[in-house]
């Protein structure tokens, strides 16, 4: 009866083990995509944050129905990389990123190997004569923003202040708390009521922010647009080392 | 032996075969269509099942799911934490925050049962008189129309199913797509128009739908459709959403005024019923409003959804509220509370000053003098300092000042490094904790808290808890999971007045629309019942000073800011906000702030100061809240159901 339990359970436990084993009728998908989103103003990749929006992708080659889209990051540098996808015939679309809508779907990219595609957008504004000044332990950031596309722009929202103590710095990697938040300044105007007629604005100031003695911390402005996804558009991010 | 086993299969066998005759009769334990839909008592059964799955987010309504929000049969005690109010930040908390997307909700079984009924009870005519046959197809009409507003106010424009689907017919035919939002609010309206016209003014059931409940839910659900057509434009879906190009989701200004309309014209049918504002518990103001949700006979209450310690566990009609919205031990006796009331909220209504005019704290003797010259209705819904409740009183204090010498807001938000906080000079501490000042000994906090070690579980965080809906006759030994049973108000006639109110004032309407404010703040024992009309255009909000994409008056959003008081706690603020197309600016990073008492011990005085919420909460919905992305599983069934919602 003894040796009866243990043949089972044994016997019981094998099989289990064995169910791991099979092996998947399909490859592992190995097939990498990558490119620049490229601001149309500079030339440049976009100054934006780590993951804050998509490019979206649609698998033509699967055919049984309506695909789902698909989601790839986008890195703070701009950049993008993925090199975990199925072979096929895709349909690309940078969405929802704070520039004007992209209308021209890029159709049936054959993702086959390592295949690189780039995108060209038009942000919605540009944060540009970006400076920082410490007195103390209080920070200060001033930009002055520009918009060389006023008409039909959506309505400013807010400027906000990204403090971050890694390099990654934006509205997906700060430091959340009230004292930054809350030195945002809210606009809600359209362009013509907040700035007039002119390209760019007068500048903005933001702060005082407290920061930490011997801390070094990662900032940059970040401004937005009310349009449907209110990302933001941002200077370049700058180090300051606050002295002990 | 041969012999015999043989005989003994052949009458087995026999006796098989035998049965088969037998076995197409009717079995007798099963009620079909002719018993449920030929007798009245039969309907009343078939509807009950449809009664209680119908979309009110009620007592144990779970605001981010956990299968369905509406029906979590297992362990839902914790709905408490779960609440709307959590996830909205109408309550503080420290577990759920906002749910953009909410839980793939899809009561096209549910509706398919209406349509059930609705095509085949004709069959059945001539077992009803005229009015008994019209009153019942009219509730089936006002089911189906609450089911469809479970679904509008989630997706916007749904495919409208009206029919008995055959599930054997062609993919063509079964794979149907999306009506437009507007096709979707005007059906619910048909559907409840049929359901007015239909029902009779017979009130005896308050948990069965009759004309008047028709009309309530005429008046929330088309305030809701004229909100969500007159501000969705200011969201800047039009531009990139096809959703919205296609009038799926949102749609025009000019046809606002039409669903307001409807608002109005329903708010004086019910008028017309047997209802009143609750006084009965006058001249106590603030135990009127108390009680208003505790008198089963309340002459307020329209629609109540009941609950019943004789139900079984698994049809989720007990509740745990009282375990879990007040703390243990004192005022619970399981679970416990996990929501307080942040300041935003407070400041809503009449509050005494708790700051002099020179920026220094008001000295108080005592911390209970805090609710002298509070609103009556605020202290009909919330607990505070000095109130009892199940013989215990509310103890609720942060911690003690040596000294207290500078303004208010000297005190930096409560930080630990401001000097007023620094050196010893506050003290914080845990429950029970105490401290030796001068040689006299004190308590650090209330019995109540703010305990500073521990978490929100049966620890005020500010000053107060949810008092609304809390039954104080119930016995602290009988504060447990599942012991509850007081019902759930679904519409009330205070409702329903700032239905009206709003609607009124959205179609410039004012001054009428303020003789409805007035009669609720009359009620509310309100200092000022009728403040006068200000056209002045803000785009300011109040919670939040929230930064809306558009300007409205200001008399709007004191109509605004009135429901916000008048309901707070049940459940409607989180819809409000996204009918507005206010949500992702009043929760665009909300940090509920605290309200939090402390002692001054060389004064002998109390104050009340405004503090952070000290563990860094916010709350934060995107401009994916105004509409849940459509279940991708009903998606790959049927890819008519595309194009999806915004932003998904």
Known sequence: MKKFIIYSVLGASLLS??????????????????????????????????????????ERSWEASEPNNQDLSVKQDGSYNNSKLFAGTYDM???????????????????????????????????IDFETSLDGLNLTLKCRLKAPIRTGLPNLVEIKPFLSLTTFCGATNNIDIGEYSNKRIQINKSWQEEVGDAETSNVYTVGPLPVKAGYTYYVRLGANVNDANRKYNYTEIVKVEVPD | MNKKLFVYITLLGGLLFSQCRQLDLEPK????????????????????????????????????????????????WDAGKNSLGNMSGEFFNTWVSVDNDGFAYWPYARIREVNTFIQNFP?????????????????????????????????????I?????????????????RDTEYDTWKFIHDDLQFAIDNMTDDTREKGRANKYVAAALMSRTMLYAGS???????????????????????????????????????GKIVEEGPYALYTAGYPDKA?????????????ESIFIKDYSQNSPNNNILRHSYDAMMVPVPDFSSQGGSQSNVPLDFMELYDMPAYVNPDGTPVRFDSRSDIREGMEPRMRGTMYFDGDELRGNTFSIQRGIYRTFDVKAEDIQKGVNTAPINSNGNRILGGRGWTTQIDGVTYTIAGKHGSFDDTGIENNAFGSAFIRKYINPDMALADAVFYKSEQPWIVFRLGEIYLNTAEALYELGRREEAFDYVEKIRDRAGAKVVRPAIDITMTNIGTINNANYPYSIEKSLQFIRDERARELYAENHWWWDLRRWRTADQVLNQFR??????????????????EEDNRINREWTASKQSYYEPIPWGEIGKNNNLLPQNPLY
Not at chain 2, 150 to 157: D, E, M, N
Not at chain 2, 594 to 602: G, K
């Open chain 1, 17 to 58: 083990i064995t169910s791991c084993y099979k092996a998947d009728n399909w490859d592992a998908p190995d097939v990498r995509v990558h490119g620049r989103v490229i601001d149309s103003y500079t030339g440049e990749n976009l100054l934006t944050s780590q993951d804050e929006w998509k490019i979206r992708i649609w």
């Open chain 1, 93 to 127: 679309l940078p969405y929802g990123g704070p520039f004007w809508p992209v209308t021209d779907t890029i159709k049936n990219v054959v993702f086959d190997g390592v295949t690189q595609q780039d995108f060209t957008v038009t942000p919605y504004l540009q944060l």
């Open chain 2, 29 to 76: 334990g099963i009620l079909g269509e002719s018993e449920l839909f030929g007798t009245e008592y039969g309907v009343k059964m078939y509807f009950a099942g449809l009664y209680n799955r119908l979309p009110i987010e009620d007592f144990v309504y779970y605001a981010t799911g956990k299968d369905d929000g509406y029906h979590n049969t297992s362990n839902y």
């Open chain 2, 123 to 159: 069959n059945y005519r001539q077992n009803y008189d005229d009015e008994d046959y019209n009153r019942l197809l009219g509730e089936a009409h006002f089911l189906r129309a609450y089911f469809y507003f479970g679904l509008a106010k989630r997706y916007g424009g749904v495919p």
């Open chain 2, 161 to 177: 199913i009206t029919e008995v689907q055959d599930p054997l017919a062609a993919p063509e035919v079964l794979e149907v797509s």
């Open chain 2, 228 to 266: 969500v057509a007159k501000y969705t434009e200011s969201l800047g879906f039009e531009a990139t959403e096809l959703a919205t190009q296609q009038g799926l989701a949102g749609m025009r200004p000019d046809q606002a005024n039409e669903f307001f309309g409807y608002a109005v014209a329903a």
């Open chain 2, 287 to 299: 135990t009127n409003f108390a009680n208003l949700f505790l008198d089963r006979n309340s002459s």
């Open chain 2, 592 to 609: 509920p702030r605290m309200l939090s008492a402390y002692y001054v011990a060389d004064e002998g005085k109390y104050i009340y100061l």
